[in-house]
């Protein structure tokens, strides 16, 4: 308890001393409460701006959610992988040219082709034996590619282990971005057993584009490999995301994906990270979010990515108002706290004033009473060697006098007319002689540095003796008339008050040496 008593003590005298502090200098506080109120502005302002921007973030990931399905719609769920699927299941033709040493684009299988082609809007449609070779194709190009080995192509085998498959890769012959849609093609009416062939379908990037430029945003389709194969920004195409380095140029180099694109020179890095969040880029500062768009490619899944500037959605002075209210609170708030501390400041000013005037007036009593007690202690002396006496006695008490002498005036000087503790004063001094002649000669008190060793006087004890620190003299006067002069050896210098206190006493002494 006493220790909490005493922290509570400390953290008072602490808060008055600040108190004291603003209340002297306002416009070092005023200064503080501007640097708060910007710091404020600042951290409202950005706190603001990062809501802003975390809530575009969120709409973002959504926005990139539907789009993803929206490319799923447009790809491995759509209407022309469907129809693909079905050939490769219900068409006894096709079935029989994936599996029989038949002549390649019967006319009938031809026309079938051509009559899907054509209807789902592509660029072409084969059909690709078990041993890995087209046999019978459509192209809208007039250029078939019967015999063409695709052995090797990841849409064959993935479609021959049982998977429908999307493959975007960059043609070798024609140099352009396709779509390849690819499904079995079963021996039976059923998904059972091993697939026998498989159906390709050739589209062109137009829907994809599309739905990547539809949001206004920056957007990408990005391979497993980390290569832009398409984007709304057409001078990021081809641009590898993240850090170039000789093993993932090998490996992209290696799948054969991109056609001839990258077989003379590496890939561009992208000039910004697509790390989902906030990213740096260009100079300008992006949301970024992402989806999967799972496509079956053995090498991974792809990622549709959407980059929106926040400069435009969330631009520089979209944290003002709240800054500005931010700073007005602050400022409010510090003209009211200024305004209690002067209020307080005010309160404590007038109680140190009471308590100042309290003591004056204690101690104005007590000089009182102590002249009282002067006044009495003379009056009860039954002569005026006596009352002079008794007058040095009471310095004593009072002042700290050591020793004193008080002189009498005469028509010749000062004669000795009492002393306290003094060896041998001189029995006379004349006007003008020492320092108490001077002082009776020029009627002004005087406090004399005794000087230590230099003093004349000499403080004496049974013990031995010592110089005093300082010497009170002062003459005796009333109503003009010069009645004697008093002399005092303090051990130290008097206090101002003490030297008033003893000036006013010499009033009531030069009563008592009229008597």
Not at 88 to 108: M, R, V, Y
Not at 290 to 302: F, I, L
Not at 483 to 490: N, P, R
């Amino acid at each position: 308890m006493l220790v909490l008593l005493f922290d509570n003590i400390s953290f008072l005298k602490f808060a008055m001393l600040v108190i004291e502090r603003i209340a002297k200098y306002p416009l070092r506080a005023w200064a503080v409460v501007t640097l708060l109120a910007v710091a404020a502005a600042l951290l409202a302002g950005s706190s603001y701006r990062a809501r802003m921007e975390q809530g575009r973030l969120e709409l973002l990931n959504i926005d990139v959610q539907r789009d993803a399905i929206a490319a799923m719609s447009l790809t491995l769920d759509s209407n022309l992988m469907g129809a693909i699927s079905l050939l490769g299941l219900i068409e006894p033709d096709i079935k029989k040219e994936s599996t029989g040493p038949i002549p390649a684009n019967q006319p009938n299988i031809s026309a079938l082709l051509e009559n899907v082609g054509r209807a789902q809007h592509i660029q072409g449609l084969f059909v690709v034996g078990r041993d890995g070779f087209v046999k019978s194709s459509w192209d809208d190009s007039g250029k078939p590619s019967t015999g063409i080995d695709v052995r090797f192509r990841p849409y064959y085998k993935e479609a021959m282990a049982g998977r429908n498959n999307i493959y975007a890769a960059i043609s070798l012959a024609r140099g352009d971005h396709a779509l390849y849609f690819a499904a079995p093609v079963y021996a039976g009416m059923a998904r059972r057993g091993d697939p026998v062939g498989v159906v390709v379908a050739r589209t062109d990037m137009e829907k994809l584009e599309r739905l990547l430029a539809r949001s206004g945003q920056a957007a990408i389709l990005l391979s497993p490999q980390g290569v832009v194969f398409a984007s709304s920004r057409r001078e990021w195409r081809g641009m590898l995301a993240g850090e170039v380095t000789p093993a993932r140029v090998a490996e992209i180099r290696a799948v054969r994906q991109f056609g001839k694109l990258f077989d003379e020179k590496a890939p561009r890095t992208l000039p910004l990270g697509l790390v989902p969040g906030m990213v740096q880029g260009e100079g300008r500062h992006y949301a970024v979010a992402s989806a999967v768009v799972d496509w079956n490619d053995p090498s991974g899944s792809w990622k549709l990515v959407v980059l929106e500037d926040l400069g435009q959605s969330v631009p520089v002075g979209t944290g003002v108002p709240a800054a500005s209210m931010a700073a007005a609170v602050v400022v409010l708030l510090g003209a009211a706290g200024m305004r209690a501390v002067r209020s307080q400041a005010a309160q404590q000013r007038a109680h140190l004033e009471l308590e100042r005037v309290a003591q004056e007036q204690a101690l104005r009593a007590e000089r009182k009473m102590q002249l009282a007690q002067v006044a009495l202690q003379m009056q009860q002396a039954p002569d005026r060697h006596a009352r002079l006496t008794a007058f040095l006695d009471q310095c004593h008490q009072l002042f700290g006098a050591m020793q004193g002498s008080i002189y009498a005036a005469d028509a010749d000087g000062l004669a000795l007319a009492a002393s306290y503790a003094s060896s041998v004063p001189p029995e006379r001094l004349a006007l003008g002689e020492g320092l108490l002649g001077q002082c009776a000669l020029e009627r002004k008190a005087r406090i004399v540095d005794a000087g230590g060793a230099n003093a004349a006087w000499s403080i004496r004890s049974g013990l031995g003796s010592a110089a005093p620190g300082a010497l009170l003299l002062a003459p005796v006067q009333l109503s003009g008339r010069l009645l004697g002069a008093v002399e005092l050896a303090l051990p130290q210098m008097p206090e101002a008050a003490a030297h008033e206190q003893f000036l006013a006493a010499l009033d009531l002494l030069a009563i008592n040496m009229t008597e």
